[in-house]
Every structure is written in structure tokens, then in C-alpha cells.
DNA sequence: GTGATCGTTTGCATCGATGCAAGGCCCGGC
DNA sequence: GCCGGGCCTTGCATCGATGCAAACGATCAC
């Protein structure tokens, strides 16, 4: 059994390729018993539309692209998540790339690497992406994710990071703490962020400066955070009573180190994140962690690509410059048992 | 700047249109100087290939689609990680799709949903596709990854469920373990196998029917493997010495559970899941887990659609039926903490 | 009754690449 | 000197759908 084409379809209602494409595509133009008599021959041979065709002649393909650093790490997994869902509402199919947080991949893709099949990019880039890309506009849709570009010159979407991070910090320092770790400084604009405002928020509640202190790692991982915290705690440094993560990937390798080194949590050292992923919920002890809403990002962001596509779209034109929206969204903190220092009866 | 065609490269380099195309694809005989020529003008006006027009004139993308139940779930996003690796060795581009364990989403795709755009189809099904359905013969590759197809009759990759649930169980049992409870059943044929092989191993081992239970459930997450083992731990039945999880998820779910208990693991409980989520090496205490191997997953699944793109390929016509290769990929026993029961000095 | 308007349907060209097979060229063999 | 064959290169048709605009008939206003 071959493919069924439109032409098919056609010859079968014994009507027009043309008209068969306007049935399809919902042309409001079509008599009723047209349309009934198309829809049965539809039906009848079962077509599916071949997207191929269809993305070739009109320049639109139904596909975005989503590319992540890595798809195995839990927080992308869940925005993978969100985006295909929200995708599936506007009946769009999203493309998964992982980066590998490699700035070479992500450069292929600022410089349009996927613009051929799919409609708009969204990008949550690990590393900055170099300047001499990030100062030329690309001639697509494009969306970052979370992190910000040099000079935010595309739109953005995602926490404001500096607030999530004095948020979680604000908390910790309500619950007591003062010798507050922050863990996670890298390289990347986000790490800057989060750390200032870590920064922010010891310095609102007037801490002592010996007692800041802010320890850099490469990866946002479980391992980054296991080996920074086990190589704290054998330093000969006076112990923090409060590690704040600068995500949940960290904190669950940090909870992990201070679980093998008997340390208890919260009692002797609080321990707070970001993300609020679904593994944070079952750590030991459960942890408390700033959670951005997914759902609402990738809305946003599909919302802001959509946008974009009106103007550059189907002639696949480069629009008018797009203004470089850097959007806000909603993030509340989720307080478990890692941070209920008081409560725990200290 | 619009698009670069290869018309424009052929203008550009002075050549035919197909002898840009030849350049591009590696046809062998083309001069050195026509080559170099084509190349540079290539390099110099940025060409980059439009798949969507190639896959409509050949037949092939260069995509395959893999669809998961949830992208979400850590299997699952480690699984398409490895996948989207192996793929892009292969020049490969991964769809990734995500069905939420929706059969009739599943059976759309059984049905060649995807076939306009993919060359071939990864599947990974929660629920046993409709028989109806899986009477047929697909005529597009198909590959099925981890669940057994309804009479087997599509090429399935994965570990042997039975064989990998009975090591975990002899595991157990080799800690001195025998009221064992198996964590997990539901209507899946995964969950059928792991069945089997816990009843193997419990049987081989002589263990006393008394001590056999097995716990159904409703999906292999982390809520209902705290859910479950809750229940039974409130439940008036005498208590078991361990806990063999059908995933690492509920595994999870389970430590959290007796932890928030007061249950020590594995000092009261001994506990063990199957997949070696990244998460299990830093649970608490850390997860014994029998790890499949995804790298060979992929690597096998992707040879095996390309076996059948050969035969049912460019041509998009259905080819001899495939022989249903039921490929087990091997697996290993990971012992960490939550079933060191001996030496754990009980 | 006639021309304008609207709703419905259609034919043709086209998107950008590749399949196919022919055509030109150069070489060596007889 | 002519012919066969291998190596390069090319032109044309084509994949399956949609953009565009014309054609058609029916309805409407004057």
C-alpha cells in the first residue's frame, strides 16, 4: 500500500487537488457537501498529510527546534517536557538537540544550523554564546531559554535569577543561618546572576563578610556539587550552616556529601536550591528549592516565537528587528524539610 | 540575506545545479578543481542544505522519531540522550516525541503518524499497542525499545526483563533477604516479565510462598512507589526485609517512604530497583540497580532501522516483512548501599 | 436586463533538491 | 583512424503540497 496523496484523494471525491488542500487546511470557502464528500474520500484512504511537501512549498514546517545542553539532566528533561506539551496544544512538533553545552553546536545553531526545518529555535545555552555571533541578528525565530544572551539582544524567557536567588537566600537567613555557602560560581551569566544575588540578600541582612562565601564548580551537576561540599568539609575552614544551590542538581550531590559525612540536614547545615525538580521532593531530607513554572515558560516562549514568525516567517525573510523582549516569569519557594532549621528544633 | 540555493552556489562556482548537488552528497566522480571550486564558493556564500527539499525528492530525511511515554521520567530522558548521541554519530537528527503513555497515541504513531517526516520509528510503548493494530505490519521501520510488541511481532531492543528482574531478586536473596516484596506490577508486559523473574528467582531460592508479595501499582513514578509502600507499611501484614522495585522511580519513592517511616534501609529494609537512573547513586542511601546499557540500546536500535530503511527505504514501499528481531542487550548488577545488608552489620 | 459582487472551484507554476539517463570528452586498443 | 568505454558534467522531470489568480456560476443592485 503506498502513500495517499492529495492527488488521490482527489481523483477519489472526484474534485480538484486544490480543493482537497482547502478542505485540509480549513479554507473557510468550501461548500458543506464539498467538504462532506472530501472528508469521506479522506477518510476512506486515510491520508496524513506529508509535512515534507507542505514545509517546502510554504515555508512554514510545523516544527520548532528546542536544543538543551543535556537531556539526561533533570531540570531539562522537565522543560523538554513542558515545551513538547505546550507544542502539542498549538499542534506543533518540537525537534530535540542536545548541545552538550558545546559553545561550537550552539553557535551552529544561533547561526541557523536548524532554520531549514524548523519554523523558530528555542535555546537554553550552557555557555555564552561568542560575541561575534551575538552581535548579528539572525534571520529566524528565535528564542533564548533561561539564560541571558550578550547584551540581551534576543528575546528571553525565564526566572529573573538574581531574585530567585536572593528569594532562596532571604529564606535561609530567615531560618537562621548566617554562614550561608553558595555553590555553583561558573563561568556562565547565569552562575553571575544567581551568585549576585546570593550576594544581595547577605548583604540585606547585613552578614558578616568572613562569613560569605561563594565556591565555584564547571558543571551544574550532582557530581560538581558531591565533590565541592566533600572537599569543604574536609577543608580546615569553620563549617557553613547552610549550603544554597544554584540549582537542585547541586544541592542533591551536596545533600549527598553530607549525608556520607554524617552531617545532618537541617539540623547542622540547611540546604536550599533551584528548580524545584521532581527528584527534590524525594531527596533526604526533601528539598527546598525555588521553582520557576515551567508550563508558563514555555507558553511565553512559544508565544514570543510566534510573534516572530508573523514578521520573518513564511517569506523567510529577515523582519524588522525584533525588540529584544526579556521576559519575567513567575517562581515560588517550595520549603521542605532541608531548610526547616528552626522547626527541626535546633 | 535570503536563503542560499543551491542554484546560487551553481551560478556562483560557474557549475550545474547538479553537479553543486553532486559535491554536496560525496558522488566520487567529480574532477579535484570542479570539487575545490564548488567547495570554496559553498564556504564563501554559507550554504546549508534544505533537508525538507531533499527529503521530499529522495525520500529520506536524515530524522528518525523516538517517542517516550514521558520525557520527564529519568529513564526515559537518559534513554533519548543516549539515543539523540548515538544518532548524531550517524548524522542523524532525533524527533523526540512524547506520547504520555497515551495508546491512542501510541497506535497513531504504530500507524505511520510520523512516517512523512521520519525514516524510521523508536518506540518506546507504555501500554501494549491495540492487537488490531499490532497485526499489521508497519510499513516503515520500526524499532521497538524496551516493551515487547503483542506477539513480538516488531524488532525490540532492550534487556531481558525476566533475566534482569531475577538478578536483582538473587541479589536480594544473597543478603539474606526472603520476605521480599516486588514492587510494581501493573498491566504492562514489562511489568508481566518482572513479575516472572521475581517469582524465578523466589522459587530457585525456595523461599516460602508466605513471604512471596507482590504490590501492584498504577505507573512506575516516584508518587506511587511512596504511595505503595506506605500503604503496606500501615498495613497490619508483618513487615518485609526488602523491596525490589520494578524501576528505579519507585525505588525512590519507596526510600523516601520508609525514611519518612523511620525505616532504615538496609538495615531493617533492604531495597532495588532496575534501570540505574543517574539519581540512584545519590539517593539515600544509595540505590542498588541493575543498569542496562543505553549506549548499546541506541547503537543497536539505530542498526536495526537501519537494516530495515535498506530493504523498505527511499522507495517508501513495504518490504519483505521484517524478521522480528527481539534483541537483549546486556545489563549489569550495580550494588550500592540499600542492599548492603551483612555488611551493614545488621 | 446588465454589470458588479461574492462564493466556490480550478489550473498552473513553484518551493529546492535529487533520480535518471544522456552527452561530451579523453583515453587506449585494434 | 575509428570505435568502445570510463570519467565528468549536465538537463529535465519529479517528489507532494500550496500561492496565486483566473474562471465559473449565482446572487444582487440599479
Not at 225 to 236: C, H, I, K, Q
Not at 267 to 273: C, F, N, Q, S
Not at 292 to 304: C, G, H, K, Q
Request: proline residues 5%; aromatic residues 6%.
Amino acid at each position: 500500500m503506498a502513500r495517499v496523496r492529495m492527488r488521490d484523494v482527489a481523483e477519489h471525491a472526484g474534485v480538484s487537488v486544490r480543493t482537497v488542500s482547502n478542505v485540509v487546511s480549513g479554507y473557510p470557502h468550501v461548500s458543506p457537501e464539498t467538504r462532506a464528500k472530501v472528508q469521506r474520500s479522506l477518510d476512506e484512504l486515510g491520508y496524513r498529510m506529508d509535512y515534507l511537501a507542505r514545509g517546502l512549498r510554504s515555508g512554514r514546517t510545523g516544527f520548532i527546534a528546542l536544543a538543551v545542553p543535556f537531556l539526561a539532566e533533570p531540570y531539562f528533561a522537565e522543560l523538554a517536557q513542558a515545551v513538547i506539551r505546550a507544542a502539542g496544544r498549538r499542534g506543533i512538533t518540537v525537534l530535540v538537540e542536545a548541545t552538550a553545552g558545546d559553545s561550537e553546536v550552539e553557535r551552529r545553531i544561533l547561526d541557523g544550523g536548524l532554520t531549514n526545518v524548523a519554523d523558530g529555535v528555542l535555546l537554553s545555552a550552557l555557555t555564552v554564546p561568542a560575541a561575534d555571533v551575538g552581535a548579528r541578528t539572525p534571520d529566524f525565530p528565535l528564542v533564548m531559554l533561561g539564560e541571558h544572551s550578550v547584551g540581551n539582544q534576543f528575546p528571553r524567557v525565564g526566572i529573573d535569577n538574581v531574585a530567585a536567588a536572593r528569594t532562596a537566600v532571604e529564606h535561609l537567613v530567615e531560618q537562621g543561618c548566617r554562614r550561608i555557602v553558595a555553590l555553583g560560581r561558573n563561568g556562565s551569566e547565569n552562575g553571575r546572576q544567581r551568585t549576585e544575588g546570593y550576594q544581595q540578600a547577605m548583604a540585606a541582612a547585613r552578614v558578616r563578610r568572613v562569613n560569605w562565601l561563594v565556591v565555584p564548580v564547571e558543571d551544574w551537576t550532582r557530581e560538581q556539587g558531591y565533590a565541592a561540599v566533600r572537599e569543604l568539609l574536609e577543608g580546615d575552614g569553620p563549617l557553613p550552616d547552610a549550603v544554597f544551590a544554584f540549582n537542585d542538581a547541586l544541592a542533591v550531590g551536596a545533600l549527598r556529601a553530607l549525608d556520607a559525612s554524617g552531617v545532618r540536614v537541617p539540623e547542622d547545615v540547611a540546604v536550599a536550591g533551584i528548580d524545584d525538580i521532581q527528584e527534590a521532593a524525594y531527596t533526604h531530607p526533601p528539598l527546598t528549592s525555588v521553582a520557576p513554572d515551567l508550563d508558563v515558560i514555555a507558553e511565553r516562549a512559544l508565544a514570543l516565537l510566534e510573534e516572530q514568525t508573523g514578521r520573518s516567517g513564511a517569506a523567510r525573510e529577515a523582519g524588522a528587528p525584533v525588540a529584544a523582549v526579556q521576559e519575567a516569569t513567575p517562581f515560588r519557594l517550595v520549603v521542605r524539610e532541608s531548610s526547616r532549621w528552626r522547626s527541626a528544633g535546633r
